[in-house]
């Protein structure tokens, strides 16, 4: 009995030992495994916990919203395909079952990955759900999923200059993407932008209609808020996708509306009468001379269509004057014209938040001639986000506010900056509404609304010299008894048409941008027409001169 106990222990002893060798060496050889994927191929099909480029797990980027909640910009999970060649028996059949698939590479290019003696291989980045689930169905082991994150944006380039885009990491490269980079990161809380995406789409439609028409070579145009500063809409042509964003062009990610800085013309005028209204320089119905060229420092300063005799304050600004312009500016002082400008914020960057900032050109030194050129939009170039800013501060009591592409509200927004009274704003609402009514901007008239605004037509410099191409400009106002919004729209280089006799002035091509965004956008903002436009009249009291003769501007 006590052999064969003797002999049943040894037995069961041998059993444990071999047991235990066979359990070491299976620990050992996953161990062994482990070290390769994790160490010895470099991380590159290191655990998912890890993305295989090293970077740390993607993290969930707050979404971007408009101003009514709609999302702008939001962040996907997505899956990229991988595999380790060395698991794939048969390279050609694979890469063959792939390519129909996949939408990066051929079916050769797959083969010769999957052909590798590499321990991993990138196959395609951000699949679709449908792309994956096809990919599921073939069946194949060696081809693996990471899961990752994208940033999306529903509204694709309707709104790409002022939201921006991610790069491949997720990282903000542009716009409102790149200005609040950090805040998406670390915020669970939606941006909320200014914008309202359904006024951005009628601005947009309406540019690239007259772009077309007239053959630009791209467009600009913004929405603002003259209470608040709020950017409603703006947007550049041409635009890009920012889901690709590498595929487009320079001019395409190109920012018109901000980065973009060009002599804006006759639009200046609103500022130069302003002004000098508001320094008590001119009174309304003082007269100028403008029968004659104006001859300044080796410069003629010319009329597009040359007037006789002398025009009133709101003569010269209705008929766009340069002369009349030059003369009052004259008159008022480079002092005062400096003064207003700077505080209209157009002699510096505007504070917006895009990192695409345009720099203004200012003249320096300001001669006396630069007085002169400047009162009529020469010799000085800004962005159209500055135009429509000093625009607002005109018209709406004379306050100016920061622009702002992050919504507001009305109650939290100061008195803001004043520069000029009460007085000088009404006087010059109504010299704005008398261009739309008799003057260069009658084709931005909007049936129901009381349109105010001014043309601008500006040679472009080009090689340091003017040349035949010209930006075509208008910005204006409604309503004018109570301004709610300045729009403005401009088109670079447009060609005169058959319809519009050769001409391609900003009468021609961007009043009726703005008249046709505001009748389109006016109802949806909660601003009723009237049955009618404000009836012109056989007697304006601005266009009656002061003996009371009737110096009214004949309506064509």
């Given amino acids: 009995m006590d052999g064969t106990r003797k002999e049943v222990l040894e037995t069961g002893r041998t059993r444990l030992l071999v047991a235990g060798i066979v359990f070491a060496v299976a620990f050992s050889a996953i161990s062994v ?118 940033r999306f944006y529903p509204y694709g380039e309707l709104t790409a200059h002022a939201v921006g885009y991610t790069n491949v990491d997720g990282k903000g490269i542009a716009g409102i993407e790149q200005s609040f980079n950090q805040l998406l990161k670390d915020s669970n809380q939606p941006l909320q932008l200014s914008l309202d995406v359904r006024v951005q789409h009628i601005l947009m439609e309406e540019l690239r209609a007259k772009m077309e028409e007239f053959e630009g070579i791209g467009a600009a145009g913004l929405v603002m808020d003259v209470r608040t500063g709020e950017l409603l809409a703006m947007g550049s042509l041409p635009t890009f996708d920012p889901h690709e964003p590498g595929r487009a062009s320079d001019d395409a990610t190109f920012n018109r509306a901000t980065l973009g800085i060009y002599e804006m013309g006759s639009t200046f005028k609103i500022f130069s009468i302003a002004a000098a209204l508001e320094a008590h320089s001119v009174k309304l119905f003082d007269k100028f001379d403008v029968s004659e060229p104006l001859h300044k420092a080796g410069f003629t300063i010319r009329d597009y269509k040359q007037k006789d005799g002398k025009l009133t304050v709101p003569q010269i600004f209705m008929y766009s004057s340069n002369i009349g312009t030059a003369k009052i500016a004259m008159q ?130 080009k090689n340091g010299r003017y040349s035949n191409a010209k930006i075509s400009s208008f910005v204006g106002a409604f309503p004018m008894d109570d301004p709610r919004y300045v729009v403005f729209a401009m088109v670079d280089e447009p060609k005169g048409q058959e319809h519009t006799f050769g001409y391609a002035t900003g009468g021609w091509v961007a009043a009726p941008v703005v008249k046709n965004v505001i009748e389109r956008m006016g109802p949806m903002l909660g601003i009723q027409p009237h049955p009618a436009n404000m009836p012109k009249k056989e007697n304006h009291p601005l266009l009656v001169n002061a003996e009371g003769e009737d110096e009214r501007v004949a309506s064509n």
């Fill in 33 to 150: 495994r482990v070290l390769e994927l994790a160490v010895l191929s470099g991380g590159a099909a290191r655990d998912l916990a890890t993305r295989a480029d090293g970077a740390p797990p993607a993290q969930t980027r707050a979404d971007i919203v408009d101003r009514n909640g709609h999302v702008l910009a939001t962040t996907l999970p997505v899956a990229s395909l991988y595999a380790d060649p060395r698991e794939v028996n048969d390279p050609a059949k694979v890469a063959n079952l792939l390519a129909p698939i996949l939408t990066e590479s051929t079916a050769a290019e797959l083969q010769a990955l999957l052909d590798s003696t590499k321990h991993f291989v990138w196959l395609e980045r951000k699949l679709t759900p449908r792309q994956q689930y096809k990919i599921n169905r073939l069946g194949i082991p060696a081809l693996r999923f990471q899961e990752s994150e994208q």
């Fill in 332 to 461: 008022m002082g480079k002092e005062v014209q400096q003064t207003t400008l700077r505080d209209l914020g157009l002699t510096r960057p505007v504070n917006l938040e895009l990192p695409e900032i345009g720099t203004p050109m200012v003249p320096h030194p300001w001669r006396d001639i630069s007085t002169v050129t400047v009162s009529y939009g020469h010799g000085i170039a800004v962005n159209a986000v500055q135009l429509a800013s000093a625009v607002s501060a005109t018209v709406n009591g004379g306050h100016r506010h920061s622009p702002t592409l992050l919504r507001r509200d009305p109650e939290d927004v100061g008195a803001g900056k004043t520069v000029f009274s009460a007085k000088t704003s009404e006087q010059m609402r109504q010299l704005m509404r008398l261009v739309v009514e008799y003057g260069t901007g009658k084709n931005a008239d909007a049936y129901g609304y009381r349109v105010g605004g001014k043309t601008g037509t500006a040679d472009k410099q």
